[in-house]
């Protein structure tokens, strides 16, 4: 057909064979909860996984994110956490259009753009529906190496400004997503809490090295959230 030419059989069974083995990796990592998470402590330090200590700075490169949303009707509780009852997740592209995951257990409105908790103001001066980047991280110190280790964070509500300025400056530098550059997260305080702030980005020489990764990481933080300690709220008595 045309100019198109079959490759050699070795080549495919090769590709064919990588192609199944990523799909393992996803599979493996999906049934787990996701790749290895680096979150952010009260003590403005980051914890990688098994509790290791990162500091209070990482650098590295996003190779992916998504927006997600996640309304809880009930406070946090690190004894007994639950999970949302109603969520949300899009690439950037998808954005715009965002809407409860099919799965969510109690869907709170048709899109996220229409409902009354993801508004300005829905809870305090702030929102009640969580609004969060996740992203599919590759530490500094992996690049360049052979099997680059992805890692999953979760930028809180205040440090999304932040991020989304670092993401804007390499459309706009670099013509091109967060993989093109390194970028520094750094604990910063403000007030009580301890938030995100994204510096010091510089061009990544690796990120060809990092394209393969990408459906890989888009399927890992695309993963839905636990859903097994999900109990419906008792509805009230008649009277």
């Known amino acids: 057909m045309g100019n198109m030419t079959v490759a050699p059989k070795t080549n495919l069974a090769l590709v064919e064979g990588q192609l199944s083995n990523e799909a393992e990796r996803i599979k493996a990592l999906i049934s787990t909860g ?9 003590a ?23 927006f997600k949303n996640q309304y809880y009707t009930s406070s946090y509780d690190p004894n007994n956490p639950v999970p949302p009852v109603c969520f949300a997740m899009a690439g950037i592209e998808e954005q715009p259009e965002m809407a409860p995951h099919e799965s969510s257990p109690e869907p709170q409105a048709d899109n996220c753009a229409a409902c009354p ?23 500094e110190e992996d690049l360049g190496s052979d099997n680059p280790k992805l890692h999953q964070i979760s930028v809180p509500p205040t440090g999304m ?11 706009r530098v670099l013509n091109a997503p967060p993989i093109k550059a390194l970028v520094t997260i750094r604990a910063v305080q403000q007030g009580t809490y ?27 933080i695309s993963n ?16």
């Open 224 to 239: 839905a959230p636990d859903l097994s300690n999900y109990k419906p709220a008792p509805k009230a008595a008649r009277r």
């Open 34 to 42: 996701g790749a290895p998470r680096i979150s952010l402590d009260r």
């Open 161 to 171: 400004k932040s991020f989304s300025a670092f993401a804007n400056l390499c459309a």
């Open 117 to 139: 908790h993801n508004q300005w103001g829905s809870r305090g001066k702030g929102k009640a529906c969580k609004n969060t980047y996740e992203l599919a991280f590759v530490l």
């Open 194 to 220: 301890t938030t995100m702030a994204f510096a010091d980005p510089d061009n990544n020489e690796h990120y060809a090295d990092l394209l393969p990764l990408r459906e890989e990481a888009r399927a890992l």
């Open 44 to 66: 403005g330090r980051f914890q990688g996984p098994d509790g290791l200590d990162l500091g209070p700075e990482i650098r590295g490169t996003v190779v992916d994110f998504i």
